[in-house]
């Protein structure tokens, strides 16, 4: 599943990124990277969706989201 098609308040894990190499750079450069925990505060299907990883909150636009593969992280 992409991270667009994710809850509000899911947790997930990156299992992938699928995007230009400049854009993907950058996402790493910001801590999201394969394997890191993905928490989603408001995703509200229509525009940006609001996450936070390792400790801050960041807007991802939709399509950037929905080529971020992730899947549902253990409690």
């Known amino acids: 599943m992409t991270l667009k098609q994710g809850k509000n308040n899911g947790r997930y894990q990156v299992i992938s990124i699928d995007t230009e190499l400049k854009l993907e750079r ?5 801590g999201l990277t394969e394997g890191t925990l993905v928490t989603i505060l408001n995703n509200d299907k229509k525009g940006s969706l609001t996450a936070k990883f390792r400790g801050t909150r960041f807007a991802l636009g939709k399509c950037i989201a929905d080529h971020i593969e992730v899947r549902e992280a253990g409690a």
């Open 26 to 30: 950058r996402l790493e450069a910001l």
